[in-house]
């Protein structure tokens, strides 16, 4: 070896050596700091990270100690409380995260004004165009959209009988596509997001799109996308990091994005055509109605066409998916639970009889249907881990300090499966929604919609359209497997939403 190499190798040593201790260092003060701090702040307790990236490692390293995936976080999230407790925080990356467990910690955090806003993400930034929209928005930019929103909805009706009746089409028509395939197999999951997001045209545009219609299609299958692709970008929302290595699917949310823009454009002018002040009959006419007001009276605000798009976004991307998913998974327990379904069959003939369809005014009284519902909404967790709050300044959530800018994380999961709230949580049984008295009851103990300021906006909508949607069906047709034998498969797809896998399933005529 000639002498300069030595040199060399002993440099390289050196500048080995030097980081290392520098690493040291660092992570000793980090340490130091992190236990400082929060015997200072009196955080929720928690894992301890490394600088930079928190505790990944220890989640990989305790995902490979107990079997449970990170692919579906909740479980392992679910799995910590043992450790640390229904409240628990931790360094993910560089955030710090604090994870809800428990139905008294959720509501008592998302009343908290402090507690509203939504975490930043580069990857959720790409669908908001100009706008700020509702659902991705924080402050006052918020408020007023979700005011206004709200407004419009109880002024063209939604929630009331007329807008019920559009309901009450739209589960025509499913069922009618249903009896198109004569009793052979099918894909639910081809139809049940058609069903959904024409209830959303009937509350944006005031129309409804035939199910074959190319562009209706076409829009569907760019939301379906969106929601795919968030739900896979989701991590980049605590390690920033993540986002240089997210190259492909940020490209190709840009492009369906400006394309899904483009279209809802196209609908807006088409629809400014025949728009009439004096009858204002969807949200988009209250809107439209609204921007110019605006412009009339010279006054900023947040109600303009930036936002107008980004809300209508917004709504299919919130009201689409997640109805329809709740719908597939409530197919899949009937065909599971043949016992259920006689129920639920025997309680609509009883109730409703065969010469007339469900109505909402049926609904006190058909009290297993309802449980039905409720107890899928609980056993599946449509939403797992709800969607994410961002503290606003320094608060509290029972007796520890939340600092300004941590991540909230509802783990709705943990709640739906907790055995002491719910006896034997992994049993499917509709009953337990049922009081001594033949009542509904717990039922504002299943949160699928979340709570509080910012709960969504289309509970109502939602749960008039999973009641029609679902009676009517089984009003009409026995749900039944493809074969007998098929082992059918209730573990999800985690997405925003916890969607079933695709499955065919038979809708066979009732006599
Ligand atoms: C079964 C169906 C649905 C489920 C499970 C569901 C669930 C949720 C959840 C968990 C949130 C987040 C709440 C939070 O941040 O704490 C949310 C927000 C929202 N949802 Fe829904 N949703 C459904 C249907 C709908 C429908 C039909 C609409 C259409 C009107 C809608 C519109 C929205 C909007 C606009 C937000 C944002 C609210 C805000 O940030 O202030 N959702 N939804």
Redesign the pocket.
Same mark, same amino acid.
């Given at each position: 070896m000639h002498f300069s190499d030595a040199i060399q190798q002993l440099l390289d040593l050196r500048v080995f050596l030097i980081s290392f201790l520098i690493c040291l260092c660092v992570y000793e003060f980090y340490d130091w700091w992190n236990v400082k701090m929060s015997s200072l702040m009196n955080l929720p307790p928690g894992p301890w990270g490394l600088p930079g990236v928190g505790c990944i490692p220890y989640l990989f390293l305790a995902s490979y100690r107990t079997g449970l995936p990170l692919s579906e976080p909740h479980l392992l999230l679910t799995h910590l409380t043992e450790s640390y407790g229904k409240v628990y925080s931790m360094y993910v990356g560089s955030k710090l995260l604090v994870f809800l467990n428990s139905y008294s910690s959720i509501r008592d955090a998302?009343q908290n004004r402090f507690i509203s806003d939504?975490p930043y993400s580069n990857i959720v930034e790409k669908l908001g165009g100009k706008g700020e929209g509702?659902?991705l928005s924080s402050g006052s930019p918020?408020i007023e959209q979700?005011r206004f929103?709200l407004r419009a909805?109880s002024r063209f009706g939604l929630g009331k009988r007329r807008f019920e009746d559009q309901v009450l089409m739209e589960a025509g028509v499913l069922v009618s596509e249903c009896f198109k395939y004569g009793g052979k197999a099918f894909n639910p999951d081809i139809l049940f997001p058609k069903a959904?997001s024409n209830?959303?045209c009937s509350?944006i545009f005031g129309k409804r799109f035939d199910y074959d219609e190319p562009k209706f299609e076409r829009l569907l299958h760019i939301s379906k996308r969106q929601i795919e692709i968030i739900g896979t970008g989701v991590v980049a929302l605590y390690v920033p990091l993540v986002k240089y290595f997210q190259g492909d699917i940020t490209q190709e949310l840009v492009a369906i994005t400006t394309e899904q823009r483009e279209e809802l454009n196209k609908f807006i002018t088409e629809h400014k055509e025949n728009f009439d002040p004096d009858n204002l009959d969807s949200y988009l006419d209250v809107y439209l109605s609204e921007i110019e007001k605006s412009k009339e009276n010279g006054t900023e605000s947040e109600v303009n066409e930036d936002n107008l798009i980004c809300?209508i976004r917004?709504?299919f991307g919130? !009201?689409t998916e997640?109805?329809a998913?709740?719908m597939g998974w409530l197919m899949l327990h009937m065909m599971e639970y043949p016992e259920v379904q006689t129920r639920v069959h025997q309680e609509l003939d009883a109730v409703v009889g065969r010469n007339r369809m469900p109505r909402m005014s049926d609904k006190p009284d058909l009290v297993y249907t309802h449980a039905t519902i409720l107890e899928v909404?609980r056993i599946q967790s449509? !939403?797992p881990l709800?969607?994410p709050?961002l503290s606003s300044q320094k608060t509290s959530i029972g007796d520890f300090e939340i600092p300004a800018g941590t991540i909230v994380v509802?783990n709705v999961w943990a709640i739906d499966h907790d055995p002491d709230v719910w006896p034997d949580p992994w049993r499917f049984d509709p009953n337990r929604f049922i009081s001594e008295d033949g009542g509904i009851f717990r039922e504002e103990e299943v949160i699928?919609?979340?709570? !509080?300021r910012?709960?969504?906006? !289309?509970?109502n909508?939602?749960k008039m359209?999973?009641f029609l949607f679902f009676s009517h069906l089984l009003h009409q047709f026995t749900i039944k497997k493809v074969d007998k034998m098929t082992k059918l498969d209730f573990k999800g797809v985690v997405g925003s939403?916890y969607s079933p896998r695709p499955f065919e399933m038979i809708a066979d005529k009732r006599e």
């Open positions: 998302f939504r509702i659902n918020w979700r929103t909805f959904t209830v959303l509350v809300t917004e709504i919130a !009201g997640s109805s998913s709740t909404q449509i !939403g709800g969607f709050h509802p699928p919609f979340s709570l !509080g910012r709960v969504c906006l !289309g509970e909508l939602a359209e999973l939403t």
